[in-house]
């Protein structure tokens, strides 16, 4: 798994980042292996040192010898200058072809696959720059390649002291990276074990930061209930860091020692041999002052490595990412008759959602044409949203088909149902972006019409009076305009009137209006009736009445469908709930 | 500059106050690491000496003195078990931990119009960063460095002068240049940083569009994909053009200084030769020199990294404090446990932040016991009055009396407990199902029976039915999702658990089918029925029940009366009913 992770990494890395990766590894294996080197040097400067000042070697020797070790030292641990720019040109160039992939990616992936908790938790590790994750993760396999490299250095230097000191130096780093891995699997666990206490953390600090929930915690006096359940929740999940990491540094212990018994027979040895003249002073000299190197490298060593082996599930979110199911792309062109009037048909159509037992849609069978007008009315949860989504393709019916003017809407793609029908969902979005945007999303290609614009934001009331069209909507900006619900919701409703699509669909479009916006916006969708369909989710069933069909859904099957008055002479569901409604008017 | 010092010093004392045992034990490490160069290089000059002129009486001394190096080493790596312990379970995490229970409880603490004022949000979103970066823990760590780190370069700095006072301008040449580049680096990137906030944050959200259940519907139904896509793209590329064209003088600033460092490296070198050369010192000190040399730059690169580091740090710091010092209003001191009379709003006027008049001198007398419904337009400044007389915000001019006493002079615990609201957007706690209901009335958490008789008097017994009162409630940890009319009915509930002498219902019925909002509309005018309460509501139906009724339109109070009232003065009112009605005919 792991292997796999950082193979993938790599290959990632290489094919998009190119010759850059090439220049980052080489530069890893000079600065690397400098390190070991420039001990090798600084004996050969003490050495001819102490021979100049015993009037044995001549000045130029040493001069050359400095000069060695200045180039060495330059390339060892001051190639910082270049690296740092080469990781960012590699940052950069990633972000850019990288990126692109995940996005075009996201744009294809299947809609259901959104609907996912568990793939929600995979969107979240992803973060929001996925490709820094990636380089991040490079790095962390660039230092452990060149602490590996440099330690494997130090020990062909230490083979002129004695080799079985440098087979001891290598097994005991096996035996540290044991033990480091094992301290990194134990903080792992814990991590993993607390991510939901961090996520009830920051769900109650959530509750503590937000507008909403703060105005009722402040009317409830319970602000100190929250903030009590935060700090024991807190309190909790650092002492448990606190005890794990004492458990982990454990392991770490046993390390150092070993590597320190290693060091201190080293430091003896050294001497003795230094004593008995086999080894001459500048070895001596700069293999003393290695020793705490040693100490420093094996250290260096296990701190990316752990890094790697903490960072390595980054590469695990990016593939499953990729390999989440992508819309089936579209086979060939379908020609849709483009008659003047366009129908819809629901044939026999069933759908459950994945994961889920209950059906929400039972066979439902009816036609409508783009003619008329149809409000879809029923308690919640009775599956009006979930006939939408179907409709536009969102979800496949299991059972059963929706189709065209006969065509089954299955063979068009997303472009080319964006001709029949703009939606706006009850919980459409709220662009925090200028008000131009907002509508011309809807048809992007128009985006510049201002004409256009500023009819459709007419027609439907939304007043320009206070703000032209590129302002800013929303607290990203500092200039952005806060607007009420009623504003939104008209506002998105400009948005599928924007679209020269045939239909217009919309769910709850009046929720949050007053009641005079909600009666101009009844008159307002008869005269767009004329010319386009119209096919309407309500609560009010005032707005229900006007139109031409409706299809009462319950428990995911159309009980009734017919006119007002149809429906009302048949005092079945329809007649009760507009009684009701009808009853706060008397 | 006094700024600065005055953070420093409050983050010092906020980490000791938070972790004193692992404060002490880290400074005391850092130091004893600072001091390892000096200690070495003396022993080294020693080892080194009694090496050159070896004969077998010294191999003793020698073999001692290899001993006592060793010995520093392992005081050092044992210590440094402790020391990684304290430094990330306590310096790290739980510093962080505490921070953001400090953050939340700030924000908790503002003023309700603080949320509404975006300079203010923005402090918190960098306050916010400030914590979850760790700057707090990593700026204490760099000061603790920065301040050992002067005492271990001194320290050796002493050491060597000692064998020959010409080591002291190398050593101070070849820090000089570097520190001034350091301290510019530090502040150009932060600027960098920080002009591109806005932008990082639109691509921010760009992304999290990008991949929300809730906007994917609607940008795979629009195909708005390559447009959406885009507007992460070239800000990305913006930021990414800026870093680079900052990085290329950055690096080039660094290659100089490297290049500078490891000439005064050769240089010292060459000196140390010299004195050797003359004498001035012995093969011991010259040995132990080389080593001093380099890992005395190691110590200024790591001071100088620090500092850097520290000074953008440090900006993060002062919003994080800034924040914590916002203001909030004070506490009132008068203690109320009734309302007998009734309360009065009188000329009140009210504006939010960047905005114009929201509320127009409005005047309304409301009687203990009495029912009124607020109606308007959207945006006719219906919640913004309802929260002003919940005295969640205050009035630009005017006041609002409860019996007299003006509400700022309440104290905020006895003020909110006269009081109670549910409002558009109610919280869906994902908490218990009992906390869900006496979250309004904390004291009576444990009171099952009365929250059972709460569950009954809103009709909700369904929901027992499905779990028990202590499940939880809300998927997002694997509790029971109710129906919007389920919820609609818990958030009631809370208000009539809390038997408070206001209510206050902020459109309470805006999705709901017809039948349950009928239910919930009958409910809401029973739970009025003995309480001062007020009704906002776009469903004027409503109105026919209650005493009487407040129309707003563009911030102004335009009629106040009952119903039959104002359906005979055939005005504004009159038009929003009959609108209304129409459709029921």
Redesign the interface.
């Known amino acids: 798994m792991k292997i796999k992770s950082i193979v993938q990494n790599l290959i990632i890395v290489m094919k998009y980042t190119r010759w850059l990766f090439f220049l980052k590894i080489f530069e890893v294996i000079i600065s690397s292996l400098a390190k070991p080197f420039a001990l090798l040097i600084?004996k050969n400067?003490?050495d001819n040192?102490?021979g100049?000042?015993k009037g044995n070697t001549e000045i130029q020797t040493?001069v050359f010898s400095?000069?060695l070790?200045?180039i060495c030292?330059?390339f060892s641990?001051?190639i910082?200058?270049?690296d740092?720019?080469i990781n960012?040109?590699m940052?950069?160039v990633l972000?850019?072809n990288f990126?692109?992939n995940i996005?075009?990616k996201?744009?294809r992936i299947e809609?259901a696959c959104?609907?996912q908790?568990d793939n929600?938790v995979l969107?979240q590790g992803m973060g929001?720059n996925s490709s820094d994750k990636i380089f991040n993760l490079f790095t962390y396999l660039c230092e452990t390649i060149g602490g590996c490299l440099t330690i494997i250095g130090l020990v062909l230097v230490f083979i002129q002291i004695s080799w079985w000191m440098s087979l001891l130096f290598v097994l005991i780093l096996f035996v540290v990276m044991f033990f480091d891995f094992r301290a990194m699997e134990t903080m792992n666990t814990m991590f993993n074990n607390q991510t939901?206490d961090e996520?009830?953390?920051s769900?109650?600090?959530k509750?503590?930061?937000q507008?909403?929930?703060?105005?009722?915690?402040?009317?409830?006096?319970?602000?100190?209930?929250?903030?009590e359940k935060?700090?024991i929740k807190?309190?909790n999940?650092?002492d448990e860091?606190?005890k794990t990491?004492?458990r982990a540094?454990?392991f770490?212990?046993v390390g150092?020692?070993l590597?320190?018994v290693w060091?201190?027979t080293l430091?003896?040895i050294?001497?003795l041999s230094?004593?008995n003249g086999k080894i001459t002073?500048g070895l001596?000299?700069s293999l003393?002052?290695s020793?705490?190197s040693v100490?420093w490298y094996t250290e260096n060593l296990s701190f990316s490595f752990s890094k790697l082996s903490q960072n390595y599930l980054e590469m695990k979110y990016y593939s499953d990412f990729m390999d989440l199911p992508e819309e089936k792309r579209k086979q060939n062109d379908v020609d849709v008759s483009d008659d003047e009037v366009c129908e819809v048909s629901f044939e026999n159509v069933s759908f459950t959602y994945p994961n889920s037992i209950k059906p929400v849609l039972n066979d439902i069978t009816f036609s409508y044409r783009s003619n008329q007008s149809l409000a879809i009315?029923?308690?919640?949860?009775s599956g009006k949203t979930t006939l939408i989504?179907l409709l536009?393709?969102?979800y496949k019916p299991d059972k059963g088909r929706i189709t065209i003017n006969n065509v089954d809407i299955d063979e068009l793609d997303?472009?080319d149902?964006?001709r029949y029908?703009?939606?706006?969902?009850?919980?459409?979005?709220k662009?925090?972006?200028t008000i131009r945007e907002n509508v011309a999303?809807?048809?992007?290609e128009r985006m510049d019409n201002d004409d256009e614009l500023y009819a459709v934001l007419d027609d439907i009331g939304f007043s320009l009076e206070n703000y032209d069209l590129e302002q800013s909507i929303g607290?990203?900006?500092?200039n952005?305009v806060?607007l009420?619900?009623?504003?939104w919701q008209r506002l998105a409703i400009s948005r599928a009137l924007f679209?020269n699509s045939r239909f217009i669909i919309l769910d709850?479009p009046t929720?949050?209006?007053?009641?005079?916006?909600?009666?101009n916006l009844?008159k307002l969708f008869k005269k767009i009736i004329q010319q386009r369909g119209y096919i309407m989710i309500s609560?009010?069933?005032?707005?229900a009445?006007l139109c031409d069909k409706i299809l009462v859904l319950n428990n995911g099957s159309i009980i009734e469908q017919g006119s007002h008055d149809e429906l009302m002479l048949n005092s079945g569901y329809y007649n009760?709930?507009?009684t009701?409604?009808?009853?706060?008017?008397k | 500059m006094k700024k600065y010092l005055i953070s420093s010093k409050r983050v010092l004392l906020d980490v000791f106050h938070i972790t004193p045992a692992s404060t002490i034990l880290v400074v005391l490490y850092m130091l004893f690491v600072a001091m390892i160069p000096a200690t070495l290089t003396i022993l080294y000059e020693k080892l080194f000496s009694s090496i050159s002129n070896i004969n077998n009486n010294y191999l003793n001394t020698t073999i001692l003195i290899g001993l006592l190096i060793c010995l520093v080493y392992f005081i050092r790596y044992i210590f440094q078990s402790a020391y990684a312990v304290a430094m990330n379970a306590r310096i790290y995490e739980k510093v962080s931990f505490s921070s953001k229970v400090t953050i939340s409880e700030k924000a908790s603490d503002l003023n309700l119009i603080d949320y509404e004022n975006p300079s203010r949000m923005n402090l918190k979103g960098i306050a916010t960063d400030c914590v979850n970066q760790s700057k707090i823990s990593q700026f204490f760590m760099n000061i603790v460095g920065i301040s050992t780190g002067l005492i271990g370069l001194t320290s050796t700095t002493i050491v060597l002068s000692r064998y020959s006072i010409y080591f002291l301008p190398i050593v101070i040449i070849s820090v000089l240049p570097y520190l001034v580049s350091r301290i510019i680096r530090g502040k150009a990137f932060y600027c960098i940083r920080e002009a591109q906030i806005p932008k990082l944050r639109m691509q921010n959200y760009i992304w999290s569009l990008l991949l929300d259940k809730q906007s994917v519907k609607e940008i795979k139904v629009m195909c708005s994909h390559k447009y959406i896509g885009d507007m992460w793209t070239n800000p990305r590329n913006e930021i990414n053009d800026e870093i680079w064209s900052h990085r290329k003088k950055d690096s080039f600033v660094l290659l100089l200084c490297d290049l500078f460092r490891i000439f005064s490296y050769a240089l010292s070198i060459f000196f140390a030769l010299i004195l050797l050369k003359k004498s001035v010192i012995g093969i011991g000190v010259f040995g132990a020199c080389i080593s001093a040399f380099l890992s005395m730059q190691q110590q200024f690169k790591d001071l100088l990294v620090g500092i850097g580091e520290a000074t953008e740090q440090i900006q993060f710091i002062n919003k994080y404090y800034e924040f914590l010092d916002l203001q909030v209003l004070p506490d009132g001191n008068v203690v109320k446990s009734d309302i007998n009379h009734g309360i009065n709003v009188s000329n009140v006027s009210f504006a939010y932040p960047n905005t114009g008049d929201v509320l127009k001198n409005i005047s309304i007398s409301i009687e203990k016991g009495e029912k009124i419904a607020i109606v308007g337009e959207n945006g006719s400044g219906k919640t913004t009055l309802a929260k002003i007389i919940l005295g969640l915000y205050q009035p630009k001019d005017g006041s609002v009396q409860y019996d007299d006493i003006d509400i700022n002079k309440l104290s905020k615990d006895s003020k909110y407990n006269l009081l109670c609201s549910v409002s558009q957007d109610f919280v869906k706690y994902c908490l218990t199902y009992r906390e869900n209901i006496a979250i309004s009335d904390t004291a009576s958490m444990d009171n099952t029976e009365k929250i059972l008789n709460t569950i009954a008097a809103v009709g909700n017994k369904g929901v027992l039915e499905k779990i028990n009162i202590d499940d939880l409630l809300g998927t997002e940890f694997g509790g029971m999702d109710l129906s919007g009319g389920e919820w609609q009915k818990t958030a009631i509930g809370r208000a009539v658990f809390k038997e408070s002498q206001l209510i206050v219902f902020d459109e309470p019925t805006s999705a709901l089918d017809p039948i349950v909002e009928s239910d919930i509309l009958t409910l809401l005018l029973n739970v009025m029925s003995n309480v001062t309460s007020i009704l906002i509501s776009h469903r004027t139906g409503v109105c026919r029940f209650v005493d009487k009724i407040a129309v707003l339109s563009k911030g102004e109070l335009v009629e106040y009366g009952s119903h039959q009232e104002l359906l005979h003065l055939e005005g504004y009112y009159y038009k929003l009913f009959t609108e209304q009605q129409q459709w029921y005919k």
């Open positions: 600084t400067v003490i040192s102490i100049y000042y040493v400095v000069v070790l200045v030292t330059f641990a001051n910082q200058s270049l740092s720019l960012e040109k940052k950069i972000s850019l990126s692109k996005i075009q996201a744009s809609y959104f609907e908790n929600q969107f929001t939901m996520r009830l953390l769900y109650y600090s509750v503590m930061e507008k909403n929930s703060i105005m009722e915690l402040k009317i409830y006096n319970a602000v100190g209930y929250i903030k935060l700090n807190s309190s999940v650092v860091r606190t990491t004492i540094q454990r770490s212990f150092s020692v590597v320190l060091v201190g430091i003896t050294l001497i230094a004593a002073f001596f000299v003393i002052g020793a705490e100490l009315v029923g308690d919640n949860g989504k536009c393709g969102l997303y472009k149902r964006t029908f703009s939606v706006i969902f009850q919980d459409f979005i662009y925090k972006l999303i809807s048809d992007v607290k990203l900006y500092d952005g806060d009420s619900g009623g504003q679209s709850e929720a949050a209006l007053d009641p005079v916006a909600e009666s009844y609560h009010r069933l005032a707005s009445r009760k709930m507009y009701k409604q009808s009853e706060w008017y």
